[in-house]
């Protein structure tokens, strides 16, 4: 069964934690991605990575890290900085292609939730 | 300015009609074009992607790209309750997606 997994499903913590959601395609794609998903509102760029031990900050990585140590992997951790943390998180992968990319595909998110 | 703009609806339709649903962008460089489907609470899901001018049909879907007016459609023909979603539009330019806020799409029996 080919595809995107993240884990877990839904994830709470205590304000002032780190917590760390994975990541994992085995659809043998190239980049990976993560974003952040508020109520009502559109997917907004984590970070990014196209190649093993390479990734990229995106729009709002402030208060939060990643690895690429394998093609297959990409966790995302949310740090203790990142001011409101609740939210949808969602990793997606696609195929690098000359000239463009390929298709995009997202696995099924974590919902974070931090009290 | 946003990178892809979207209305945010909600746009209703009755069942069997034709769904029209619009984006537009703001980078010229943008080569290429995704319409995703969200149901509430899910993750996206991709439905079409478009990379020329013209239209490209995929079942009762139809995807138009219109680089010279910066302008992404997609239309659902005989719409069907099940397409009740958010559809999502996306550009990609420079490794990177933009995505729209998103259209809220109600079919009604």
């Known amino acids: 069964d080919g595809g995107i997994t993240q884990s877990p499903k839904y994830l709470f913590r205590k304000e002032g934690q780190n917590v760390t959601l994975s990541c994992e395609q085995n659809l043998n794609h190239d980049a990976m991605y993560w974003y952040r998903q508020d109520p009502g509102q559109g997917l907004r760029l984590i970070y990014y990575?196209?190649?093993?031990?390479?990734?990229q900050k995106g729009d709002i990585a402030e208060g939060y890290s990643v690895s690429r140590e394998k093609k297959e992997s990409f966790p995302l951790t949310v740090t203790s900085a990142q001011k409101n943390p609740t939210a949808f998180y969602l990793c997606?992968?696609?195929?690098?292609?000359?000239?463009?990319?390929?298709?995009?595909?997202f696995g099924p998110g974590t919902r974070l939730t931090v009290t | 300015q946003k990178e892809v703009e979207q209305n945010s609806g909600p746009l209703s339709v009755p069942e069997g009609a034709i769904a029209s649903l619009n984006c537009t962008y703001s980078?010229?460089?943008?080569?290429?074009f995704f319409w995703y489907r969200q149901y509430s609470g899910k993750s996206p899901e991709l439905i079409m992607f478009?990379?020329?001018?013209g239209d490209k049909e995929d079942g009762r879907f139809t995807a138009q790209l219109n680089k010279a007016s910066q302008y992404v459609s997609l239309l659902i023909r005989d719409s069907q309750p099940s397409d009740s979603a958010t559809y999502l539009c996306a550009g990609y330019n420079f490794n990177k997606f933009y995505f729209g806020s998103g259209t809220k799409l109600n079919v009604k029996p």
């Open positions: 990575s196209q190649i093993v031990n390479d990734f």
């Open positions: 980078d010229r460089g943008s080569q290429s």
């Open positions: 997606a992968s696609s195929i690098l292609q000359t000239g463009g990319t390929g298709e995009q595909y």
């Open positions: 478009i990379y020329s001018n």
